[in-house]
């Protein structure tokens, strides 16, 4: 499967050495972000890079599995049960009852990707794109482009 390598901006302190190793110039962009035209996957800045920055993923995403009507009602129904635990935690003082709140938040984000309903060619992330592109939004319209729903 072919790869790509991509930087997280978060974690990068800018030492750079991915520039020394890179053969093809991909990692050395004006604005940080790997050029992907030009980027083999060989992963040689993934193994130079000291701050565990940059990681391989696949080029291109497999197509979605279908899930039945079953499994889309028991996701629902457990994402439900942890946006509620969120609205309550919300709802409390202290650092315990945010740390809850969140955790809660997670949970159910972790639930939606894991199902696909996250995934970035998906319909619902089609939709979502495609709704803050009608409002202008160049980078959504630009993500739509970039990206084909496979569902
Ligand atoms: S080697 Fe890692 S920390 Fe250094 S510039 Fe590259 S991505 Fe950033
Ligand atoms: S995977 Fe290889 S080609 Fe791609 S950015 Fe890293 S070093 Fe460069």
Redesign the pocket.
Known sequence: MKK??VRNLRLCTKECL?LF????G??DTENSI?DAE?????????EACASSA?Y?VPAEYPPQQKHDDDVLSAMNTFVTSKLEAEHTASALPDRFARALERSNRIMAEDLLRESGYMLPQSRNAKKFLKEHAEKGNERAEKLLKMIKANE
């Open positions: 790509t390598a991915c190793v890179c053969p093809t991909a990692a790997i030009k980027c083999t996957g060989c992963g040689r800045c993934v940059i391989l």
